[in-house]
């Protein structure tokens, strides 16, 4: 009977060992598993440029004590991805190159045992930031080309916040030596043909941005003066009249002078009436004619040549060695 009652307890012994034994070594087999995914990562937020999106890292089993992430653009199905450059954050705020494409994230989970990674769904396609206030002009429109006729300009629109949907150009002639400007009729392209019209003048270019909540304008440099297509040589200056208008009592003309000498001109003007002493006037050029040049002068006539009644003006350029140009009149009737 004692021995009998020895080997039970024996027996009772040893499993009680064994079965201790299996307990720790399954204890120490959990333990030396890696991070295993039970539920895949997921992403909140509105998939607009702009907006923010923010990673949940899933369930994973075995304990991870560490997680990483890395955002993902991928095409419209989600496929074809490429890691977003410093998109390692649980957060990840889209930008413009995101625009039409959709997101994933791929989260890596870390404990002492080793990695796993897992990657979510992707989002809706990325829209188009939406505008919360009309456009304004942060770095201004830029016009390229050689200012000469027979060449082509183009403007660039320059940079600009509140996302504009569309942009609207509009071209103008300057003065060679004030910023006297006005749009060229029809000249509403991103490019412009220079024509033999602009010789002498400078020119730039307007552009209109918007979007959804309104519209901005901005205004390029002007250009240098606007050269001929074939060299001009001239013994003496040449003045052309392009217009002449009253506006009240006050005359304003604008003409074109051209002179080879590369320097600063006297203009000449002369006002005449039937039957009355003409009158002279100067005026001075500030920047020479290259070799041509577009000038505006405005002036109030003496008393004897207000009213209504038949009117002459005549401009001379006289350049500094004392040639002067032939005349170049306009008469009509004020009244």
């Known amino acids: 009977m004692m021995r009998k009652s020895w080997t039970a307890r024996s027996l009772v012994l040893t499993l009680v060992v064994l079965a201790a034994l299996l307990a720790g070594g399954g204890a120490q087999a959990m333990r030396n598993a890696a991070p295993a995914n039970t539920a895949p990562p997921t992403i909140s937020g509105t998939p607009t440029v702009g ?20 955002w993902l653009r991928c095409n419209g199905g989600g496929n074809s991805c490429a890691d977003v450059a410093n998109g390692t954050q649980k957060t990840y705020t889209l930008v413009g190159a995101d625009a039409g494409r959709t997101m994933r994230v791929r989260v890596t989970a870390t404990n002492a045992d080793g990695s796993n990674s897992a990657q979510s769904a992707q989002t809706a396609a990325v829209a188009a930031a939406t505008a919360s206030a009309a456009p304004k002009n942060t770095a201004p429109p830029t016009v390229s080309g ?11 629109p320059g940079s600009w916040s509140g996302n504009p ?3 609207a150009y509009q071209w103008q002639r300057c003065d060679a030596d004030v910023a006297a400007c006005s749009n060229v009729v029809g000249a509403t392209a991103k490019t412009y043909g220079i024509q033999a019209g602009d010789l002498g003048y400078r020119l730039r270019v307007t552009v209109t941005a918007r979007n959804a909540k309104g519209s901005a304008t901005a ?6 003066v ?7 040589t001239n013994h003496r200056p040449a003045v052309t009249i392009l217009v002449v208008q009253f506006v009240g009592s006050t005359v304003y003309a604008r003409f074109r002078i ?5 320097k600063n001109l006297s203009i000449i003007e002369t006002d005449s009436r039937p039957g009355k002493l003409s009158y002279t006037r100067r005026f ?3 920047v020479p ?3 041509c040049g577009v000038y505006s002068r405005h002036w109030l006539p003496v008393a004897r040549f207000r009213g209504p009644g038949r009117y002459t003006l005549t401009l001379r350029a006289a350049d500094k060695s004392g040639l002067i140009s032939l005349p170049a009149r306009r008469t009509f009737s004020h009244g």
Do not use: H, M
């Open 226 to 232: 606007i050269a001929p297509a074939v060299t001009i």
């Open 284 to 286: 001075a050029t500030l």
């Open 289 to 291: 004619p290259r070799p």
């Open 165 to 167: 949907t569309s942009f």
């Open 146 to 156: 050689t200012p000469k006729v027979g060449q082509q300009l183009s403007a660039d």
């Open 51 to 70: 907006q923010t999106l923010t990673a949940s890292e899933g369930t994973w089993s075995n304990t991870p004590t560490s997680f990483a992430y890395q």
């Open 219 to 224: 205004t390029s440099a002007i250009t240098t």
């Open 258 to 262: 051209c002179d080879d000498s590369l």
